[in-house]
């Protein structure tokens, strides 16, 4: 832990425990200085985390002085938002592409990325691996010759990190692909043909979208509720009616709406998949961004049927820039084996032996370790800063891992309309459109809070939430 971070930590704690009350004044930051052997900086950033969880506030010519502690404001999204019930064609792909577009040319906040804070990732140090290894080799043929499935290596460090996460595997179930959006796409072709119906949570994360809507298929959306998941009840309805060949789904910090399914629940959707032979492609790129202190549970670890096709990758966790993935599909195997020969030949191999060589020697686990404590600790700082900034009655997710918060707005608010008045200001959402096939998110929006906080994002935030407090107000007018 940091030093700015043990310090903010020490002072939440004397706050809560009532040892520093309501009121009374704290050190100035140079007292704190002196007295702790801290620098400026340290105390400062401490000063600021502290200010914009709502438990202190500057006084100007006065110094920080302890808030009073108040009960935090309902702050969960309405429990299910119900899609509709029939099967629709899918086309979203425009909608996100202009709107990530928009958010990269801009140079904008990055409260809409929907990538990870790059400093958070050691991304430097696997391309040196992948340099190293580059200068290693002599033989050319042994960088062209990694064929589907994929590098031996790579694929037996995969293994052995689902092992220690608690999931045996069979390294030969295992099929690398070029990030999990590969591998999402081959298991998709592999058990669904154009035409198909694909049942969807909602709202679901839109590279699933992508995929249904490249391939040609239909999206039926299942109500989802933003603690346990979807409505198993409504999945199995869609079943019955409709002819639904597939369903994709993510048990595990959710994007956007960060819940957890409970290990029952699994199981029972495993068993819901079973009885009617529907194949499951779950899609486990948040796992290992837990905010508690254990991973957890997958669907595949439930599967006796070899019904579940897990999809994930590191470029959430280790780097995006390799785009480094992998399929383990079950009794479709051969199948996306064959399709990943087709679509794309091979993986590039000088990524998969960086990555390798980083997951054998270069503490994996313990970076993990810090990018887990440090999202925990920016997702309490951005709900908060949301509760204290936004308009009344705003609504808002608890995300149990990832780096995404999912927040409601009143229902009149178009985030669409927010998300361009906000780039004209240099600040960038995730509005809620580009999660459905339909307008039922209308009026919500992704935030992004795995940037380090610093005034520039609180000043965003802030800002955002002046925005829609003046669209709310001019809506009900």
């Not at 999204?77 to 509709?84: D, N, Y």
């Not at 996460?165 to 669904?192: F, K, M, R, W, Y």
């Not at 409970?262 to 948040?286: F, M, Q």
Request: aromatic content about 6%; charged content about 20%; glycine content about 6%.
């Amino acid at each position: 832990m940091k030093l700015y971070e043990r310090l903010f930590h020490e002072l939440e704690r004397a706050i809560r425990d009532g040892v520093l009350r309501a009121g009374e004044r704290l050190p100035s930051i140079r007292e704190t200085c002196r007295t702790r052997q801290l620098s400026v900086t340290t105390v400062s950033r401490a000063y600021l985390q502290l200010e914009s969880r709502g438990l202190i506030e500057s006084r100007p010519q006065s110094g920080y002085f302890v808030r009073a502690l108040q009960a935090e404001p309902p702050s969960e999204p309405i429990a299910v938002s119900q899609p509709p019930d029939t099967s629709t064609d899918v086309d979203v792909s425009r909608l996100v592409l202009a709107t990530l577009k928009s958010i990269r040319s801009h140079g904008a906040v990055p409260l809409g990325s929907p990538y990870p804070d790059p400093t958070l990732l050691p991304w430097q140090r696997v391309h040196q691996q992948i340099g190293a290894i580059a200068k290693r080799l002599r033989d050319a043929r042994t960088v062209l010759d990694d064929l589907p499935p994929g590098n031996p290596e790579l694929i037996r460090q995969i293994a052995r990190r689902h092992l220690e996460s608690g999931l045996a595997v069979d390294p030969g179930e295992i099929i690398v692909t070029a990030g999990a959006t590969e591998a999402i796409n081959l298991c998709l072709q592999a058990v669904a043909k154009p035409g198909d119906v694909i049942a969807v949570e909602s709202p679901t994360y839109y590279a699933m979208l992508h995929a249904i809507e490249r391939m040609g298929m239909r999206a039926i959306e299942v109500a989802t509720d933003p603690h346990e998941g979807i409505d198993l009840a409504a999945l199995a309805r869609a079943i019955e009616r409709q002819p639904v060949a597939a369903c994709m789904v993510m048990p595990n910090f959710q994007n956007p709406l960060g819940f957890v399914m409970t290990d029952e629940k699994k199981r029972a959707l495993v068993a819901l998949s079973a009885r009617h032979g529907l194949p499951l492609i779950e899609n486990g790129v948040y796992n290992e961004l837990y905010h508690g202190e254990a991973p957890p549970t997958t669907l595949k670890s439930f599967d006796t049927e070899g019904l579940v096709l897990h999809c994930n990758s590191f470029s959430k966790s280790l780097t995006a820039g390799v785009r480094i993935g992998w399929a383990m599909p079950g009794r479709y195997r051969q199948e996306v084996e064959k399709l990943k020969f087709l679509n794309t030949l091979s993986t590039p191999t000088l990524p998969q032996l960086g990555v390798a060589e980083y997951l054998k020697n270069d503490g994996f686990e313990h970076h993990l370790r810090r990018v887990r404590q440090t999202l925990a600790q920016q997702a309490g700082i951005m709900s908060s800063m949301v509760r204290r900034f936004f308009p009344e009655h705003t609504r808002l997710s608890r995300p149990q891992g990832g780096y995404v918060l999912w927040v409601e707005l009143a229902p009149q608010v178009d985030t669409m309309a927010l998300y361009r008045e906000a780039l004209e200001r240099g600040l960038t959402i995730g509005p809620g459109r580009m999660f459905s096939t339909s307008n039922t998110y209308g009026h919500f929006m992704r935030l992004n809070y795995s940037y380090a906080w610093s005034p520039e994002i609180e000043a965003a935030v802030i800002e955002l939430g002046r925005i829609a407090a003046a669209m709310t107000a001019r809506s009900t007018r």
